[in-house]
């Protein structure tokens, strides 16, 4: 189990939200590059970071701050949200991401990801499934792509994409416990999977389920920031299993 931990920003800020609602924004920190410095000490080496203004706009807005956590830690960070040019691709992994998450563009012009796919090697990029109800969400979840969830990873699958990220948005910042019918589905269909299982986690029991079912990986957010997790606890678990 690899456990990784989310920044999401919002003007430079560190925030949640519940059921990727903007309306209920909440700041946690100012300061994300100290919040990554955090988790780094704590002795994590990844970091999801997701660029929630960019995800509304359509276009990458907080890369600075991208810039400079990955200039000031040695996390391996995947930056996703508003990826949606060539230009973006290009200035986040310029920026020092590990790796982009591709998700509304991947639904909506999949054309373009398998070029990128193709050029800079499936390993760079991970599949952002973000779904409500077994369909596709886009823009920020604002939309219904109306695309199927296994559909849409089976897509990439065929093209070499092995990361993916699955959100369950009804699940997402409700600190009510994880989709583990639907992750344990996804890897029954493909057990080579690197599933990064996202969106519900309330403690630390959460993911120990996870672990037992065999999930590669977990994101989390909202219950770190709330305390409802010990974090030192949860760093021993990082990479366990």
């Known amino acids: 189990m ?6 999401d920003l919002i ?7 519940t059921k990727g609602d903007y309306a209920t924004e909440k700041v946690y920190h100012s300061d994300p590059v100290e919040v990554a410095k955090q988790f780094e000490n704590d002795g994590f080496t990844r970091l999801h970071v997701v660029d929630l203004d960019g995800a509304k706009a359509g276009k990458v807005i907080n890369l600075k701050t991208l810039e400079n956590i990955c200039a000031q ?4 960070v995947d930056f996703g949200g508003g990826i949606k040019s060539r230009e973006d691709l290009n200035q986040v992994l310029d920026s020092g991401a590990y790796q982009v998450t591709i998700g509304s563009l991947a639904a909506k012009d999949p054309e373009t990801v398998f070029h990128w796919i193709s050029e800079f090697g499936p390993d760079k ?23 199927d969830l296994f559909e849409f990873i089976d897509r990439y699958y065929t093209k070499g994409v092995r990361h993916v990220l699955c959100t369950d948005i009804s699940k997402d910042g409700m600190l009510q416990g994880t989709s583990n019918e639907l992750y344990t589905g996804i890897m ?3 057990p080579d ?14 993911v120990e389920e ?13 219950a770190i920031y709330e305390g409802r997790i010990d974090i030192n606890e949860l760093a021993k678990l990082d990479g366990s299993c």
């Not at 003007?11 to 939200?17: D, Q």
């Not at 830690?73 to 391996?76: C, E, G």
């Open 193 to 206: 999977l690197f599933l990064i299982a996202s969106g519900g986690v309330s403690g630390i029991s959460d």
């Open 125 to 147: 990029f991970i599949l952002g499934a973000d779904a409500l109800n077994g369909k596709i969400a886009v823009n920020g979840w604002i939309d219904d792509s109306g695309i």
């Open 188 to 190: 029954e269909a493909y």
């Open 2 to 7: 690899k456990i990784i931990p989310a920044i």
């Open 210 to 222: 996870l672990i037992r079912l065999n999930i590669p990986s977990v994101v989390i957010g909202k």
């Open 73 to 76: 830690t040695s996390l391996q």
């Open 11 to 17: 003007n430079g800020n560190c925030v949640r939200l």
